[in-house]
């Protein structure tokens, strides 16, 4: 049975997957590549450094897609891993008051 809820995919491990390993590059070879640290590139693959839009810029014009790819994928990431810490958090949000009789809405 498939689990209703699920972390998205972080980038990173797409990068390592569907880039990296499909085309044959190392870290060390997308690190000179992109000029940047070569840890910088790892903590992405690992998942312990999120896509930045500069990041999003390098990696768009290097695979020659777009950078909205990679920032998309990252968004996704963080949303569903707040929606998880919404989910087990007490109470969440106080429903909103109904507007009163004879005022208009959002007239405060």
Do not use: C
């Amino acid at each position: 049975m498939l689990p209703k809820f699920r972390i998205a995919t972080h980038p990173g491990v797409i990068l390592q997957g569907e880039f990296l390993d499909s085309m044959g590059l190392t870290q060390a070879t997308l690190a000179r590549a992109l000029r940047i640290p070569l840890n910088r590139v790892n903590e992405m693959v690992r998942g312990k450094r999120g896509v930045t839009p500069e990041s999003a810029l390098l990696l768009a014009e290097y695979f020659k897609n777009s950078p909205e790819f990679w920032m998309n994928l990252q968004m996704a990431h963080d949303l569903s891993r707040a929606r998880d810490v919404m989910r087990k958090r007490p109470g969440r949000v106080a429903a909103k008051p109904k507007a009163r009789a004879g005022r208009a809405q959002g007239a405060d």
